[in-house]
């Protein structure tokens, strides 16, 4: 009899348990709305004119098309060891166990309980015959074991749209550590082309004081024989002074540049980094693909959809919070007061109870959260439509400057080439007695000026090219992505 009780029992679970499961599958939210409610209108292509024929994007780390294995080491370095980043990996790991949490809300919660008991029980008042006045008492023992499982069925979808909003979190998480990667992958590159003009600029320091101390030492020999006033003399110790101090300062700029890159590759500042102290040519233009590809590719414009995907979901579940909720307990064990009978179905027991839960008055409180929730939605909404707007507004600044930059540094260069020109003639014809100093010292300036100008200039064009790349969110293949990304399950 004890036998067939339990079968009966443990049908009556498995029924519980499979129509629990087929509410459950039938009971979903809705996909996520994102690219249905944006309203910024994608171009077929980007205006600027260097844009208009390119197809794709260059696949894979676009730092190595500068051809400097200096930079793809550092890269490569800093990508392991930057102490921002592996923040960002934790980030997200802390996102997918948050994800996995939700998720293990629409499965049942079950629990397995094994107890032990004895108690005393004093009687007194009662009349039972023959007890003399006495205190009657007794006691007893048991002993339980049961398996207890409730669950609360997703019926309108509310619990699904939990978990899938922290989804959708983990995987914006996901998108943000990619753009770190990125951002860190242009701050080093921009960090160490900065170094190399500083090093250009120091070797342009050390021949201008070079240049200096020599043209002031033939002055003091003029001097000495009354050749010359007092008057060119100083001005020439005034600009060697003057080139002595930007020669200073490059020094200091160069320190102070170099710790924050050895900071960047995840280093300690000693300040000891070397480095090429040169400026690579750019060669070519670099494809920017269709403006519709950027919304798939760039990591912010992937996070701000996911965090809207996740406001979207978030909205849904707190609809859902006005309509009645359905739980469901049951429990199945044995009980008895011998340890040994937990072994017998002759001893067995069970319960099953669903709940039924609809709110009806809260003082507003769930209405409020709807309206929230939808408030959240609409500022995710204007955010995810500014990023996209600026994503695009990057792309068409890096393309359009791309080719005025070109000019100005070819422009620059020749600026250069005539100013030291003009420097060389300048002092050749005061030696002769033709030029004032102060025209000389005006000549040294500007072939100083046009040459850091062009110096600046070939580093700009490279963190143009550089802000290019980020605007297009290319550079990592999918093996380059962080490792420590796993998805929840």
């Given at each position: 009899?004890?036998?067939?009780?339990?079968?009966?029992?443990?049908r009556?679970?498995?029924?519980?348990?499979?129509?629990?499961?087929?509410?459950?599958?039938?009971?979903?939210a809705?996909?996520?709305?994102?690219?249905?409610?944006?309203?910024?209108?994608?171009?077929?292509?980007?205006?600027?004119?260097?844009?208009?024929?390119?197809?794709?994007?260059?696949?894979?780390?676009?730092?190595?098309?500068?051809?400097?294995?200096?930079?793809?080491?550092?890269?490569?370095?800093?990508?392991?060891?930057?102490?921002?980043?592996?923040?960002?990996?934790?980030?997200?790991?802390?996102?997918?166990?948050?994800?996995?949490?939700?998720?293990?809300?629409?499965?049942?919660?079950?629990?397995?309980?094994?107890?032990?008991?004895?108690?005393?029980?004093?009687?007194?008042?009662?009349?039972?015959p023959?007890?003399?006045?006495?205190?009657?008492?007794?006691?007893?023992?048991?002993?339980?074991?049961?398996?207890?499982?409730?669950?609360?069925?997703?019926?309108?979808?509310?619990?699904?749209?939990?978990g899938?909003?922290?989804?959708a979190?983990?995987?914006?998480?996901a998108?943000?550590?990619?753009?770190?990667?990125?951002?860190?992958?242009?701050?080093?590159a921009?960090?160490?082309?900065?170094?190399?003009?500083?090093?250009?600029?120091?070797?342009?320091?050390?021949?201008?004081?070079?240049?200096?101390?020599?043209?002031?030492?033939?002055?003091?020999?003029?001097?000495?024989?009354?050749?010359?006033?007092?008057?060119?003399?100083?001005?020439?110790?005034?600009?060697?002074?003057?080139e002595?101090?930007?020669?200073?300062?490059?020094?200091?700029?160069r320190?102070?540049?170099?710790?924050?890159?050895e900071?960047?590759?995840?280093?300690?500042?000693?300040?000891?980094?070397?480095?090429?102290?040169?400026l690579?040519?750019?060669?070519?233009?670099?494809?920017?693909?269709?403006?519709?590809?950027?919304?798939?590719?760039?990591?912010?414009?992937?996070?701000?959809?996911?965090?809207?995907?996740?406001?979207?979901?978030?909205?849904?579940?707190?609809?859902?919070?006005?309509?009645?909720?359905?739980s469901?307990?049951?429990?199945?064990?044995?009980?008895?007061?011998?340890?040994?009978?937990?072994?017998?179905?002759?001893?067995?027991?069970?319960?099953?109870?669903?709940?039924?839960?609809?709110?009806?008055?809260?003082?507003?409180?769930?209405?409020?959260?709807?309206?929230?929730?939808?408030a959240?939605?609409?500022?995710?909404?204007?955010?995810?439509?500014?990023?996209?707007?600026?994503?695009?507004l990057?792309?068409?600044?890096a393309?359009?400057?791309?080719?005025?930059?070109?000019?100005?540094?070819?422009?620059?260069?020749?600026?250069?080439?005539?100013?030291?020109?003009?420097?060389?003639?300048?002092?050749?014809?005061?030696?002769?007695?033709?030029?004032?100093?102060?025209?000389?010292?005006?000549?040294?300036?500007?072939?100083?000026?046009?040459e850091?100008?062009?110096?600046?200039?070939?580093?700009?064009?490279?963190?143009?090219?550089?802000?290019?790349?980020?605007?297009?969110?290319?550079?990592?293949?999918?093996?380059?992505?962080?490792?420590?990304?796993?998805?929840?399950?």
């Open positions: 009899m004890g036998s067939l009780v339990h079968r009966l029992a443990l009556q679970w498995i029924r519980s348990g499979l129509c629990m499961w087929l509410l459950v599958a039938a009971c979903r809705p996909e996520s709305r994102v690219h249905e409610e944006n309203r910024v209108a994608i171009p077929d292509a980007f205006a600027a004119e260097t844009g208009r024929d390119a197809l794709d994007i260059p696949v894979g780390p676009w730092w190595a098309e500068f051809g400097d294995p200096q930079l793809t080491a550092l890269v490569e370095r800093a990508l392991v060891n930057n102490r921002d980043l592996q923040a960002a990996a934790a980030r997200v790991a802390q996102a997918a166990a948050l994800a996995r949490m939700a998720g293990g809300e629409l499965m049942p919660q079950a629990g397995v309980s094994l107890g032990a008991g004895r108690q005393r029980q004093n009687f007194v008042g009662f009349p039972i023959g007890s003399g006045g006495s205190v009657l008492s007794t006691t007893s023992t048991s002993f339980g074991l049961s398996l207890d499982l409730s669950w609360e069925l997703d019926l309108w979808g509310k619990l699904d749209a939990r899938r909003a922290a989804e979190d983990w995987r914006a998480s998108a943000q550590v990619r753009g770190a990667q990125l951002s860190l992958a242009a701050q080093i921009k960090a160490w082309f900065a170094l190399a003009a500083i090093d250009l600029q120091l070797d342009l320091s050390r021949r201008r004081v070079k240049n200096a101390t020599g043209s002031t030492r033939i002055l003091r020999d003029r001097y000495a024989a009354g050749r010359i006033p007092a008057l060119d003399l100083r001005a020439s110790e005034s600009e060697l002074a003057r002595s101090a930007a020669l200073a300062a490059s020094l200091e700029t320190e102070r540049v170099t710790r924050q890159l900071v960047l590759v995840g280093g300690y500042p000693v300040g000891l980094l070397e480095g090429s102290a040169q690579p040519e750019i060669f070519g233009a670099v494809p920017a693909g269709l403006p519709s590809d950027l919304l798939e590719r760039r990591p912010d414009l992937l996070a701000a959809a996911e965090h809207l995907r996740s406001l979207d979901l978030s909205l849904f579940e707190s609809r859902k919070t006005l309509l009645p909720a359905l469901l307990t049951t429990s199945g064990g044995r009980r008895s007061a011998e340890a040994s009978d937990l072994t017998s179905g002759a001893f067995d027991i069970w319960s099953l109870a669903a709940n039924l839960t609809q709110p009806i008055f809260q003082g507003g409180r769930l209405r409020a959260g709807v309206d929230l929730a939808d959240r939605v609409r500022e995710g909404l204007a955010n995810f439509e500014q990023t996209v707007l600026r994503a695009f990057e792309v068409e600044t393309l359009s400057v791309t080719e005025h930059q070109d000019e100005r540094v070819a422009s620059l260069e020749r600026a250069s080439h005539h100013a030291q020109a003009s420097e060389r003639l300048a002092w050749a014809r005061y030696l002769a007695g033709r030029l004032e100093i102060l025209s000389v010292l005006s000549a040294r300036r500007a072939a100083l000026a046009a850091t100008a062009w110096i600046n200039a070939r580093r700009e064009r490279l963190d143009t090219r550089i802000d290019l790349f980020l605007a297009l969110g290319g550079g990592f293949e999918d093996e380059r992505k962080s490792a420590s990304i796993a998805a929840p399950n």
